[in-house]
């Protein structure tokens, strides 16, 4: 082991070490949206930031909040306590959140607003989020991983052009399929602003890192190879080049059949499966390629009980032995009772 590696802690961290082989024993543990509105200490920490992008850009709050989970659950990492829409409220295009809608952006309708959004803009606008970074890597133990995140560049995209959240990506897609030139502006500029974003959390401490392409699901051949793989693809030749050492994790949620060879064709060490994904076949094709993390539905851990503890020991039963990180299919859900996940942590230590 060099020096650099035992000085990082990413080197000490069982995380961390689910990327190199399999884990003995149980495996490592942390939860998509592990901190959030299921945790009422979280709901009391947003109402004293004022809103939730108040409490994105306070450090000391967001440490706060990012520390939480990990102070009631035995979790294996902390998640940086962010969004991945602060990209494009720093580059020029700027957000909110409305009760009961969700993100609100001004869209994007041509070129000439790609071009007023700005990466050096950005990069100061999102100072505070690397200052809080820096904290909670101060403030964690050594043993326990730092997840920085961004979004992927389609996903981000999804919103900057339908200006919400959306079903059937009508705008994204249209500018996908028929304007690709216009199209690839924009993604280039997602591109050099997630480098950027992602490097300066591993500069300020993180030890991993995920890209989020929730909405990669939505595609066909020729748009997931184009929008999906070959932005990620670019993101993460560029971080291996400066941080060979940092675990590069993509969860492309609904990628399907399309998990086989991914994680070779994108350069990443590991893939986020979603609860669809068949046990059995990510066991014998992508666990052999690469880490898998998952893959709980949300859904189930909100129900709790044996019907949680079945499709929990199904999980481990189908992927231990193999390089594994365990965590959910997609986020927590608001509405989930903390106890049910004090009750996954400990079955899956193998202490329930
Ligand atoms: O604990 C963590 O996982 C870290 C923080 C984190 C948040 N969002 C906090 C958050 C992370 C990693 C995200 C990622 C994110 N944000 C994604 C990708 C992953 C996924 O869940 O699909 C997406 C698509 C977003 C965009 C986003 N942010 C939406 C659509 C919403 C509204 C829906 C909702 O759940 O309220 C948010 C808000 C948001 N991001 C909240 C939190 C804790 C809720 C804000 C609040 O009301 O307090």
Redesign the pocket.
């Known amino acids: 082991m060099s020096v650099t590696e035992i000085n990082s802690p990413a080197a000490t961290t069982r995380l961390s070490a689910a990327f190199r082989a399999p884990t003995a024993g149980s495996p490592p543990i942390w939860?998509?949206?592990?901190?959030?509105?299921y945790l009422p200490e979280?709901?009391a920490t947003?109402a004293e930031a004022g809103s939730?992008l108040d409490?994105?850009y306070n450090p000391r709050l967001a440490v706060e909040v990012?520390l939480q989970?990990l102070r009631r659950f035995d979790l294996d990492a902390a998640?940086?306590?962010?969004?991945?829409?602060v990209i494009p409220d720093g580059l020029g295009q700027p957000l909110r959140?409305e009760e009961g809608v969700?993100?609100v952006l001004m869209r994007l309708e041509d070129t000439a607003d790609v071009a007023r959004l700005s990466l050096e803009r950005m990069r100061a606008h999102l100072e505070p989020v690397y200052e809080t970074v820096s904290r909670l890597r101060a403030e964690l133990p050594r043993a326990v991983s730092l997840i920085g995140?961004s979004?992927a560049p389609w996903?981000v995209a999804t919103?900057m052009l339908e200006g919400r959240?959306s079903r059937e990506f009508h705008l994204a897609k249209y500018w996908a399929y028929a304007r690709p030139e216009d199209f690839r502006v924009l993604v280039d500029l997602l591109v050099e602003a997630t480098v950027s974003h992602l490097s300066a959390q591993v500069d300020a401490g993180a030890d991993v890192l995920?890209l989020?392409d929730?909405?990669a699901g939505v595609f066909d051949d020729r748009g997931f190879a184009a929008w999906v793989e070959d932005p990620i693809r670019r993101i993460v030749a560029r971080l291996k080049a400066r941080y060979p050492q940092v675990p590069v994790i993509v969860?492309a949620?609904g990628a399907g059949a399309r998990l086989a060879g991914l994680a070779q064709r994108l350069g990443a060490d590991g893939l986020g499966l979603d609860p669809t994904v068949p046990l059995a076949w990510a066991r014998e094709t992508v666990q052999p390629e690469t880490t898998v993390q998952g893959n709980l539905d949300p859904a189930i851990l909100r129900i709790g009980g044996e019907a949680m503890e079945r499709a929990i020991d199904d999980i481990l039963a189908a992927w231990r032995g193999g390089r594994f990180i365990f965590n959910l299919g997609?986020?927590i859900l608001?509405d989930t009772p903390p106890q049910h996940v004090a009750a996954l942590v400990r079955r899956v230590r193998g202490e329930a």
């Open positions: 939860l998509m949206r592990q901190a959030g509105r979280y709901r947003r939730f409490l994105c990012a989970p998640i940086l306590f962010s969004d991945i829409l959140f969700g993100p995140f979004g996903t919103y959240g995920q989020f929730t909405w969860f949620r997609h986020g608001p």
